[in-house]
């Protein structure tokens, strides 16, 4: 389930962040928005195959998290953000390590 932590507070940049890293059954993505946006947040594993879509849509302003549970997948992920706006277009990529 997506979470809308604050709606009033409008972040100043566009951020991504996932904790724990490493995690071992639940990893919390976090991702702020500067501007209303459309939003992409998927996870990939090792060979670039999609484990997870999180996010796929148009988003408001604001600070956000989601979780990603790990299912069966083990060892390294990676959680990649796609926003576009009017005004900016911003990638991110992290690292994600599932501990066994």
Do not use: W
Not at 26 to 48: A, C, H, N, Q, W
Not at 62 to 81: A, E, I, N, P, Q
């Amino acid at each position: 389930m997506e979470i809308n932590k604050s709606n009033l507070i409008v972040p100043a940049e566009y951020k991504l962040s996932n904790y724990p890293n490493p995690f071992v059954e639940i990893s919390t993505i976090r991702y702020e928005l500067p501007f209303d946006s459309k939003v992409s947040i998927k996870v990939y594993d090792l060979m670039g195959r999609i484990v997870a879509t999180l996010v796929e849509g148009d988003k408001k302003a604001g600070t956000y998290s989601v979780d990603f549970k790990r299912g069966h997948y083990r060892g390294t992920l990676y959680c990649r953000m796609v926003a576009k706006s009017n005004e900016k277009q911003f990638k991110q990529t992290n690292k994600m390590i599932q501990l066994q």
